[in-house]
């Protein structure tokens, strides 16, 4: 599996904005589709957004309009830009490959990388 470091992550008020970052250890992006993922206290891991090596993006229906994934493939990076961020959205954010980016399931992978905190709260 692909070897990632998450960062961007913090605390921002409801309605503020982040922009999560998702290095690899090598340009990936061309080759495998990949995704954000999120996990909070007490619930299962979801997937949040994907994007395929054609540049096609899919979104879960809790973030379709507010978040933006995308991809420097010469740095690369992968974003995930969050806009209009609600308490909801408060959880550890991870990216991984996406093999299920048309359905939104989160793979049985077990390997992550350490992942970004993302709190939102007044």
């Known amino acids: 599996q692909v070897q990632v470091v998450e960062s961007g992550g913090g605390l921002v008020q409801p309605g503020g904005s982040l922009n999560l970052s998702c290095e690899a250890s090598?340009?990936?992006?061309?080759?495998?589709?990949m995704g954000w993922y999120r996990q909070a206290p007490g619930k299962q891991r979801e997937m949040v957004a994907a994007?395929?090596?054609?540049?096609?993006?899919n979104y879960a229906h809790f973030v379709e309009g507010r978040f933006t994934i995308s991809v420097n493939g010469p740095k690369n990076t992968m974003y995930l830009l969050m806009n209009n961020l609600s308490p909801r959205d408060t959880a550890v954010y991870y990216c991984?490959?996406?093999?299920?980016?048309?359905?939104?399931?989160?793979?049985?992978?077990?390997?992550w990388g350490p992942g970004t905190q993302v709190t939102v709260s007044s």
């Open positions: 994007v395929t090596t054609f540049g096609r993006s």
């Open positions: 090598g340009n990936i992006f061309k080759d495998k589709t």
């Open positions: 991984n490959e996406a093999p299920f980016w048309a359905t939104m399931d989160v793979p049985t992978f077990t390997s």
